[in-house]
């Protein structure tokens, strides 16, 4: 099993930017394929960016492509969301998702098996 953490979250104006961090403990690090989802109030959850184990291989929203990057430590055993020209329609929980089994990077949150608890974005007109 893993444990997910996220923090970095908070208020921002149109604009700005924000990186989220996602600190993982238990089963090793690199054997898992991680993402990042969000989820808006009244809202389903929605796939924002994904990492290979490697991180040799990223894909994203085509929402967030050219603003939002993903990116891994291994050594560290963290990901990391950074978010630049963020927009109102950012604002959401941002979730950390972790699973092993995955030979891909899969974008339904079905697929993933293990999850933090959230960390709030808000971005401000």
């Known amino acids: 099993q893993v444990q997910l953490v996220e923090s970095g979250g908070g208020l921002v104006q149109a604009g700005g930017s924000l990186r989220l961090s996602c600190a993982a403990s238990?089963?090793?690090?690199?054997?898992?394929?991680m993402a990042w989802f969000r989820q808006a109030p009244g809202k389903e959850r929605e796939f924002v960016a994904g990492?290979?184990?490697?991180?040799?291989?990223?894909t994203y929203a085509d929402s967030v492509k050219g603003r939002f990057t993903i990116s891994r430590d291994n050594a560290k055993n963290t990901v990391y969301l950074q978010m630049n020209s963020l927009r109102p329609d950012d604002t959401a929980v941002y979730y950390c998702?972790?699973?092993?089994?995955?030979?891909?990077?899969?974008?339904?949150?079905?697929?993933?098996?293990?999850w933090g608890k959230g960390t709030q974005v808000t971005v401000s007109s």
């Open positions: 998702a972790a699973d092993w089994n995955l030979v891909v990077i899969y974008r339904s949150p079905r697929e993933y098996d293990y």
């Open positions: 238990g089963r090793t690090f690199s054997t898992y394929i």
């Open positions: 990492i290979s184990r490697n991180g040799g291989s990223t």
